[in-house]
Nanobody
Framework: VQLQASGGGLVQPGGSLRLSCAAS????????IGWFRQAPGKEREGVSC??????HYADFVKGRFTISRDNARNTVYLQMNSLKPEDTAVYYC??????????????WGQGTQVTVSS
């Protein structure tokens, strides 16, 4: 399982970014894929997870972030709107599950840096 994240960058507060997670060597639609983030000095946390038919979000991104998948392109996207400075982190795509929170189920991609600053 290989996951490649891209799309990070520097954006002003209130701005938008779209992250992409491209899968290789496996069909992405067989897995639940999600996004996690880690800010400096903080633990990695689950942001969003897309299962076959449902999507799940951490409370701190609900209404601002949207996860989607394009099985034809073998890619999962995270559209991030109304970005805040506290969204600054390295974002990772990974296989995921959903319980009391969003958790990793074993595979990680590399991260992409998102910086929200004026």
């Amino acid at each position: 399982v290989q996951l490649q994240a891209s799309g990070g960058g520097l954006v002003q507060p209130g701005g938008s970014l779209r992250l992409s997670c491209a899968a290789s060597k496996f069909a992405l639609d067989y897995y639940a894929i999600g996004w996690f983030r880690q800010a400096p000095g903080k633990e990695r946390e689950g942001v969003s997870c897309i299962l076959s038919r449902t999507t799940h979000y951490a409370d701190f991104v609900k209404g601002r972030f949207t996860i989607s998948r394009d099985n034809a392109r073998n890619t999962v996207y995270l559209q991030m709107n109304s970005l805040k400075p506290e969204d600054t982190a390295v974002y990772y795509c990974a296989t995921c599950g959903v319980g009391d929170s969003i958790y990793n189920t074993g595979y990680w991609g590399q991260g992409t840096q998102v910086t929200v600053s004026s």
